[in-house]
């Protein structure tokens, strides 16, 4: 029963110092290339954007200081049709093992708009994203 479970258990904390007292220990400046069309997509797109396609690349880094932005770019190589916005999702992705299972629960946190309106294609996007310090944690 519940009394013959073990009375220990780990826990994982992390504390935050000022930079002067910290080490300095780069991060690792590795950067993923992405690119987004209609045959990435696992949601449903319009005709016109199926018949006309669309091409979106980028690139972002793989790993960030949470007290620092989160810096890369993205740019619209094609559309079949004009743009409205572009928006980035920073998404926080909760699991907990349940039994042999993990159950996982995904909320936005951040929306971010890059860009307004049709934009210039083959335009090089600045990516700045200010990460929110109450919101956030780092996965170890």
Same mark, same amino acid.
């Given at each position: ?10 826990l ?15 991060i ?5 290339l ?17 018949? #006309? ?7 972002? /880094?793989?790993?960030?200081? !949470?007290?620092?932005? *989160?810096?890369?770019?993205? $740019? ?26 993990i159950v996982s ?11 307004? #309106? ?7 996007? /600045?990516?700045?994203?200010? !990460?929110?310090?109450? *919101?956030?944690?780092?996965? $170890?």
């Open positions: 029963g519940y009394l013959h479970k073990a009375l220990s258990t780990t994982e904390f992390i504390i935050e110092s000022e930079k002067a007292e910290r080490l300095e220990l780069p690792s400046p590795e950067l993923v992405f690119y987004i069309t209609q045959d990435t997509q696992r949601h449903p797109l319009l005709s016109e954007l199926k018949s #006309g396609g669309f091409r979106v690349t980028g690139r972002i /880094p793989t790993q960030c200081s !949470l007290s620092c932005s *989160l810096q890369g770019e993205i $740019v619209v190589e094609s559309s079949a049709l004009p743009i409205q916005s572009i928006d980035i999702h920073l998404l926080r992705l909760e699991s907990i093992l349940v039994g042999d299972k629960e995904t909320s936005v946190i951040q929306t971010t708009q890059i860009a307004d #309106g049709d934009i210039c294609r083959g335009l090089t996007l /600045p990516i700045y994203l200010l !990460l929110p310090r109450l *919101l956030t944690c780092p996965t $170890v």
